[in-house]
């Protein structure tokens, strides 16, 4: 008769396992900042590779105005599509940030913004 490991476990020995199962989610968890480096480094290292290559072309810069609308319509297709809430949080963050920047580009500095106010 063939015999398993499994056949001697107990209760106890199970339940043993599962406790020492409980600090180790079988991934790696990372803060917030610890996501942003390893972003950074991505990026980094994708750039490094690019820049290797000798028929790179210079593509042109994507304005504000353009990213909102292109995140707009976007947002109005995952939303047809009957996307994930998540995915649709994402890309509203996306698009509101675009308007944020499409904003202050767009609006004229007044004089007193380039004056820094000394301590009272």
């Known amino acids: ?6 056949d001697e476990a107990t209760g106890d020995v199970v339940a043993e396992w599962m406790e020492a199962d409980v600090d180790e989610p079988g991934h790696e968890i990372l803060n ?10 991505g ?7 690019s820049s290797d290559e000798e028929d790179s072309v210079d593509e042109p810069k994507v304005s504000p105005g ?5 995140l707009d319509v976007s947002l ?4 047809q599509s009957h996307a994930d809430p ?8 996306w698009r509101d940030e675009a ?7 767009m609006k004229q500095s007044n004089l007193f913004s380039y004056f820094k106010r000394q301590g009272n």
């Open 66 to 70: 353009e990213a909102f609308s292109a």
């Open 43 to 49: 990026a980094n290292d994708v750039r490094e590779d």
């Open 1 to 6: 008769m063939v015999r398993s490991a499994f």
């Open 76 to 79: 109005r297709w995952l939303e």
């Open 32 to 41: 917030d900042d610890e996501i942003v480096v390893d972003i950074v480094d």
């Open 99 to 105: 308007a944020k920047i499409r904003f202050n580009t």
């Open 86 to 93: 998540c995915h649709l949080l994402l890309v509203k963050k």
